[in-house]
C-alpha cells in the first residue's frame, strides 16, 4: 500500500451559525472577524510546526472548520504562502477546502482557485428541504445544487457530504435521494450515519424525547442501502464513511486513516508529529482569541503536547486504519507498538465472518463487520 504522507490541517473555527447536531470546535461572532490577525497567528503556528518537524514533503493541506468558506481568499492564499515556505509541498499535492452552500460565490471560488485550492467538498447533508430546515442549515437544496455546479467548473475534484439516519427516514426515500445525488456527477461522497453528540441541542432534545432517531434494524438496513446504491453505481467504500470512484479517494484523510504524520494548526486543531524519533500528540486551545493570543505570546496554541505511549499508538493505529477496507499492515503493526495482535482473536474474529486475512501480513474488516466495527476493533485491541 501507498505511503501514509504527511498533511497539514488548518482549522478555521467560525461559523455563520451553529448547527444543532455539530459537536466541532466552531464559534459564531456578531462582529466581523479580523482575518487579518487570525492570518498572521497561522503563519507563526505554521513556522512552529515546521521547527517540530523539518524537511517534510506536503501531500496534502486542509481546510476545516467551522466554514472555511468564510475567509477571504487572500487569506487562503497567505496560508498556503505560508506552508510553501515552512515545507516542500507535493506537485500533485491535493488542497482541499470545506465549503457551505450558503457562503459559495463564483468570485471567491475563483480567488480559492487561484490561491491554490484544487478540491473543494461542499457541506450539502440533505436534499430534501425539510429535512435540510431541521438540521438548522442555512441553505436551500436549490443552492446546494447550484453550488455543485458551480464547484464542478472551477475545481478539478469535487467532493460532498450528505447526512442519513435523519429523523422519520426510510430506507426507500434515502435510496432514492442517494442515487439522486450520485447522479450529479461527484466523485467522492462523504456519507455519515447522524450521531447524537452530548452538549448538542439535538442531545438535549432526544434526550427529552424530542428528538426520535431510527432504530437498530431501520439504522442498519439505511447502512445496507448505503454500500448497495454505491457499491452498483463504481463508487464502494473505501472507509466506513467514504466512497469514492477509483484513485479519486480523499488523498488528505488517508493520511489520518494510514497513520500518517500530520500537523494541525489553527484553535483546536489536532496532530501527530514525530519529533526526535517519538511520535506526539498536540492540540491547540479551542478558543479562537485565546489560541491567538497565544500564538503571538508564544509562538503556538498548544495546550497538549505529549509523547504517546506505544499502547496510545496501537490504539490509534488499530482505530483508524480498521476503518479502511484496505486494512491494516500487521507488521507495521508490530513495528509501531511492539507487540503483535492475539492471534486466537483474529481467528475467532475471522470464524465469525467479522474480518479477513489479505495475504500473508494485512488484516481487514468484512462487510460484515464494519457495521460493527467499534465491537471488532476494541476485541482485537484488549
Known amino acids: 500500500?501507498?505511503?501514509?504522507?504527511?498533511?497539514?490541517?488548518?482549522?478555521?473555527?467560525?461559523?455563520?451559525?451553529?448547527?444543532?447536531?455539530?459537536?466541532?470546535?466552531?464559534?459564531?461572532?456578531?462582529?466581523?472577524?479580523?482575518?487579518?490577525?487570525?492570518?498572521?497567528?497561522?503563519?507563526?503556528?505554521?513556522?512552529?510546526?515546521?521547527?517540530?518537524?523539518?524537511?517534510?514533503?506536503?501531500?496534502?493541506?486542509?481546510?476545516?472548520?467551522?466554514?472555511?468558506?468564510?475567509?477571504?481568499?487572500?487569506?487562503?492564499?497567505?496560508?498556503?504562502?505560508?506552508?510553501?515556505?515552512?515545507?516542500?509541498?507535493?506537485?500533485?499535492?491535493?488542497?482541499?477546502?470545506?465549503?457551505?452552500?450558503?457562503?459559495?460565490?463564483?468570485?471567491?471560488?475563483?480567488?480559492?482557485?487561484?490561491?491554490?485550492?484544487?478540491?473543494?467538498?461542499?457541506?450539502?447533508?440533505?436534499?430534501?428541504?425539510?429535512?435540510?430546515?431541521?438540521?438548522?442549515?442555512?441553505?436551500?437544496?436549490?443552492?446546494?445544487?447550484?453550488?455543485?455546479?458551480?464547484?464542478?467548473?472551477?475545481?478539478?475534484?469535487?467532493?460532498?457530504?450528505?447526512?442519513?439516519?435523519?429523523?422519520?427516514?426510510?430506507?426507500?426515500?434515502?435510496?432514492?435521494?442517494?442515487?439522486?445525488?450520485?447522479?450529479?456527477?461527484?466523485?467522492?461522497?462523504?456519507?455519515?450515519?447522524?450521531?447524537?453528540?452530548?452538549?448538542?441541542?439535538?442531545?438535549?432534545?432526544?434526550?427529552?424525547?424530542?428528538?426520535?432517531?431510527?432504530d437498530e434494524a431501520t439504522g442498519r438496513a439505511l447502512w445496507d442501502v448505503t454500500q448497495e446504491v454505491c457499491g452498483h453505481a463504481g463508487m464502494p467504500a473505501y472507509e466506513i464513511s467514504n466512497h469514492a470512484r477509483p484513485r479519486c479517494e480523499s488523498r488528505h484523510n488517508l493520511v489520518y486513516w494510514r497513520y500518517g504524520e500530520y500537523a494541525g494548526v489553527g484553535p483546536g486543531a489536532h496532530g501527530r508529529l514525530i519529533v526526535d524519533g517519538v511520535r506526539r500528540e498536540l492540540a491547540a486551545e479551542r478558543n479562537p482569541e485565546l489560541w491567538a493570543a497565544a500564538v503571538e505570546a508564544e509562538g503556538a496554541g498548544l495546550v497538549v503536547d505529549e509523547a504517546l505511549s506505544l499502547e496510545a499508538q496501537a490504539d490509534e493505529f488499530l482505530v483508524m486504519g480498521l476503518r479502511l477496507a484496505e486494512g491494516i499492515d500487521l507488521g507495521r503493526f508490530h513495528r509501531i507498538s511492539g507487540r503483535r495482535l492475539d492471534q486466537r482473536r483474529i481467528d475467532d474474529l475471522v470464524m465469525d465472518g467479522m474480518v479477513e486475512r489479505v495475504g500473508a501480513d494485512r488484516l481487514r474488516v468484512t462487510p460484515e463487520g464494519f457495521p460493527v466495527l467499534d465491537a471488532v476493533v476494541a476485541d482485537l485491541a484488549s
Not at 476545516?64 to 468558506?69: A, E, L, R
Not at 490561491?115 to 431541521?134: F, H, I, K, P, T
Request: with cysteine; glycine share 8%.
Open 1 to 214: 500500500m501507498s505511503e501514509p504522507g504527511f498533511g497539514v490541517y488548518v482549522h478555521w473555527p467560525f461559523c455563520a451559525a451553529k448547527c444543532p447536531y455539530c459537536d466541532f470546535n466552531s464559534h459564531v461572532r456578531r462582529g466581523e472577524i479580523d482575518q487579518g490577525r487570525f492570518l498572521a497567528a497561522f503563519r507563526r503556528e505554521i513556522a512552529h510546526m515546521a521547527a517540530l518537524a523539518p524537511g517534510r514533503k506536503v501531500a496534502s493541506v486542509f481546510f476545516g472548520g467551522g466554514t472555511p468558506s468564510l475567509m477571504k481568499p487572500e487569506t487562503v492564499a497567505g496560508i498556503l504562502e505560508a506552508v510553501a515556505g515552512a515545507w516542500e509541498i507535493e506537485d500533485e499535492a491535493e488542497i482541499t477546502l470545506e465549503a457551505n452552500p450558503t457562503s459559495v460565490e463564483a468570485d471567491r471560488f475563483r480567488g480559492y482557485r487561484a490561491a491554490g485550492v484544487n478540491r473543494v467538498s461542499l457541506g450539502v447533508q440533505a436534499l430534501e428541504a425539510a429535512d435540510l430546515a431541521a438540521l438548522g442549515r442555512l441553505h436551500t437544496v436549490e443552492e446546494a445544487l447550484a453550488a455543485m455546479e458551480l464547484a464542478r467548473a472551477i475545481f478539478p475534484r469535487v467532493s460532498f457530504d450528505l447526512i442519513y439516519a435523519r429523523p422519520g427516514q426510510s430506507p426507500e426515500a434515502w435510496r432514492e435521494e442517494l442515487t439522486r445525488a450520485i447522479g450529479y456527477g461527484t466523485e467522492h461522497l462523504s456519507l455519515y450515519q447522524l450521531t447524537i453528540e452530548e452538549g448538542t441541542p439535538y442531545f438535549a432534545l432526544h434526550r427529552a424525547g424530542k428528538l426520535r432517531t431510527p
